[in-house]
């Protein structure tokens, strides 16, 4: 049995050797197929959670100012943290129940309920009536972006050839900043008078969102089901038919495929129910990737949600810079953000997921403290802070990036999307809901020396992250997922 370092041996269930069992080649067809249209297609229509999110989470802060001075919301700072965190709340409720539903149900059906619910949520934000109204809306967006966690995650790493794995998950998480770049401009436009109604202008920017969603939802009608959740649910021959399907139309422009490498699987029939299985597996066998998941996802989610939620508040209330032009400081931080994923994340195939990751957390951490140290002191203006958090979260990103590469290598198939959701989770539950309800008050309380602090916290978070790492790492650099973690239902090899 599989401990959590380098085992790879799924648990098994007694009552398993009393089920019949198949064999199937689909892993290793999916991981020999070169780049072609079709992965981009999963790119583009999965990879937009993360530009959506980044979009919610950008227009809150950039339209922070002008939300709080709503004549019909009357919000201060503290309750502009108060209505992050409502939204971290809601991801973590969904991520926890869509996740359970995406293992049980299957990764298509589900990442098209989430959108769905994105969709409607955001648009209801844009109609909010006082603060309870856009705290509960802020709830719901939040379930439906925690739930496409889980469910877009699990499937990107299903159908994405293990060589290319890791840099694609890496750069589809960063374009949350793609988004956020998205959400700094729409605040520009939404907050010129010139352009949109005072009153009207950061309610368009939510409802503009929700259209944005519904292009998507009809682009994800041409996406299959993974075919490895197909096959480690009892559905071996649809998993084979939709793998020669996407075969097929690869094929008609790359001409003959290459051979498949490496033994095929034999599973036992999906019997139903794993939930005791999954629970033992994380708190047992998996007992030391387990841990190593729920610090990086904290330690992640703290300094990111601290920080980003409340970035606009920092800028007008200790440097001055007017609510309509906190868009154009938030630019040059989402480049910075997006450009690190992009530029770095090869090296996480190339020198190794360990070094890679514990190299980002750490760098992050020290910097962090640096640039919270000259805050302290006053020596910082608005542009050099904005350079410095820049420089920070250019490696941060692809530290966080990193965080949900990781919780979804490390598990088994039947397990992975509930996987994701539980550590998204804890760590947002416990590293990012408090985060901004924290930094709120801190900020409110215009002491810098207290917000010192915290960002101290932020810093040994990603410290501790990265000693975490070289001490429980594990290297699923370009292996298939199945031999970093055997499904729960493998059935062992005659031969």
Not at 308 to 334: E, N
Not at 440 to 456: H, K, N, S, T, V
Request: contains cysteine.
């Amino acid at each position: 049995m599989a401990s959590g370092g380098g085992g790879q041996e799924a648990p098994a269930s007694p009552a398993e050797t009393t089920r019949p069992v198949f064999e199937t080649d689909v892993p290793a067809r999916l991981d020999r197929l070169p780049w072609s249209r079709f992965h981009w297609l999963v790119v583009t229509a999965l990879g937009i959670t993360w530009i959506l999110d980044g979009l919610e989470v950008t227009l809150v802060g950039s339209l922070s100012g002008a939300i709080a001075e709503s004549p019909e919301l009357h919000l201060n700072a503290a309750a502009i943290g108060a209505a992050a965190s409502f939204y971290l709340v809601g991801a973590v409720v969904g991520a926890l129940l869509f996740g359970w539903l995406t293992d049980r149900l299957g990764r298509k059906r589900l990442f098209s309920v989430t959108l769905l619910i994105y969709l409607v949520a955001t648009i209801l934000t844009g109609l909010s009536w006082n603060f309870w109204s856009f705290a509960l809306f802020r709830l719901a967006t939040g379930a439906g972006i925690g739930g496409e966690y889980a469910a877009v995650n699990s499937a990107i790493q299903e159908l994405i050839p293990a060589r290319y794995r890791g840099y694609t998950d890496l750069v589809i998480n960063g374009s949350f900043w793609i988004g956020a770049a998205l959400g700094a401009v729409g605040a520009l436009v939404a907050l010129d008078p010139r352009l949109v109604p005072v009153a009207l202008g950061w309610r368009a920017a939510f409802v503009l969102g929700g259209g944005l969603a519904a292009i998507i939802l009809a682009l994800r009608r041409f996406l299959p089901e993974s075919p490895r959740w197909l096959m480690t649910h009892g559905r071996p021959q649809d998993a084979a038919r939709i793998v020669g399907e996407i075969e097929a139309r690869i094929a008609a422009r790359a001409g003959d495929l290459p051979p498949t490498e490496g033994a095929s699987l034999r599973l036992f029939a999906h019997g139903g129910g794993w939930f005791a299985l999954t629970v033992r597996a994380l708190f047992r066998h998996y007992f030391r990737r387990t841990v190593l998941g729920f610090v990086l996802m904290a330690a992640q989610a703290f300094c990111y949600n601290a920080i980003f939620f409340t970035y606009a508040l920092i800028l007008t209330k200790f440097y001055h810079v007017a609510a309509a032009r906190v868009g154009w400081f938030l630019l040059p931080f989402a480049a910075g953000n997006f450009l690190g994923p992009l530029l770095i994340g090869r090296l996480f195939d190339s020198w190794g997921r360990r070094p890679m990751i514990a190299g980002t957390y750490a760098l992050s951490g020290l910097l962090m403290l640096v640039t919270g140290w000259l805050f302290r002191a006053g020596t910082l203006g608005a542009v050099e802070q904005t350079v410095a958090w820049t420089v920070i979260f250019f490696f941060a990103s692809a530290a966080a990036s990193s965080a949900y590469l990781t919780v979804g290598e490390y598990f088994p198939l039947e397990m992975r999307a509930i996987a994701i959701a539980i550590f998204y989770a804890l760590g947002t539950g416990i590293g990012g809901v408090a985060a901004p309800a924290l930094f709120g008050l801190l900020i409110a309380g215009g002491d810098r020396g207290e917000i010192f602090w915290g960002y101290g916290l932020g810093a040994a978070l990603m410290l501790i992250a990265a000693g975490c790492t070289l001490w429980l790492g594990v290297a699923a650099e370009r292996r298939p997922l199945e031999a970093v973690a055997a499904p729960l239902s493998a059935a062992p090899r005659d031969d």
